[in-house]
């Protein structure tokens, strides 16, 4: 488990390895996460550790207060690369605890995400509000671009995060981490 970034709200780290898995708390009922149970998941904590078997290593980033987790975002190597050559990684989920969803844990998860990463980030919201999420933060539709950096067309419904929109947000995180920023 690599330590990524605190704030006020949390901690967040990397998951390495699948026994990891077994020290942390994942609430799965009362409020816990619930969003992917209809959707492949059956368990989180196996599911988690399914993942981080895989190779190439895949990037599992939590947020955690003690061992409990508040919130987590799966990233993939997507394979192909873009038309400028460009390594391509896929979001292929995210979910932040229902209590503290609208209080910047989610886009904090993307951000990190987005540190371990060079390249273009895609991603599919799986509902209208995951959608203004993602383009809230500057993921963009394949019509929107002139000329889009990659092929999506046959992944409908895909959202793309340009290379500059990536450095920005990261340049931004990073500046407000040195300058003391409440919102970090
Ligand atoms: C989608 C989900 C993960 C979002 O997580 P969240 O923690 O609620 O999201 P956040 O609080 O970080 O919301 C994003 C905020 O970051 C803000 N933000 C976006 N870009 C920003 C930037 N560059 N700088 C600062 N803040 C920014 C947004 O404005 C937004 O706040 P607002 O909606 O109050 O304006 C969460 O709603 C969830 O778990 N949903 C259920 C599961 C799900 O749908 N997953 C996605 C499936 S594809």
Redesign the pocket.
């Given at each position: 488990m690599r330590f990524l970034h605190e704030d006020n709200c949390c901690s967040y780290y990397r998951l390495e390895v699948a026994s990891e898995v077994d020290k942390l708390d994942i609430p799965e009922e009362d409020g816990g996460f619930d969003?992917f149970h209809g959707l492949g998941i059956i368990g989180y904590p196996k599911a988690f550790k399914m993942w981080l078997r895989r190779f190439p290593r895949p990037i599992l980033i939590i947020a955690s207060e003690k061992s409990r987790i508040l919130?987590w975002v799966y990233v993939e190597e997507w394979g192909n690369t873009s038309r400028d050559g460009r390594t391509i990684h896929v979001l292929r989920?995210?979910?932040?605890l229902p209590e503290?969803?609208?209080?910047?844990?989610?886009?904090?998860l993307v951000i990190l995400a987005l540190k371990e990463i060079t390249g273009y980030m895609i991603?599919?919201?799986?509902?209208e509000?995951?959608e203004v999420?993602f383009k809230?933060?500057g993921f963009m539709e394949s019509a929107e671009f002139r000329k889009p950096p990659l092929d999506l067309s046959k992944h409908p419904k895909y959202l793309i995060l340009p290379i500059y929109k990536r450095d920005m947000?990261v340049k931004?995180f990073e500046s407000a981490q040195t300058s003391g920023s409440s919102?970090t």
């Open positions: 969003f919130g989920a995210i979910e932040v503290l969803r609208k209080s910047g844990i989610g886009f904090k991603t599919k919201p799986l509902t509000d995951a999420f809230k933060i947000l931004d919102r």
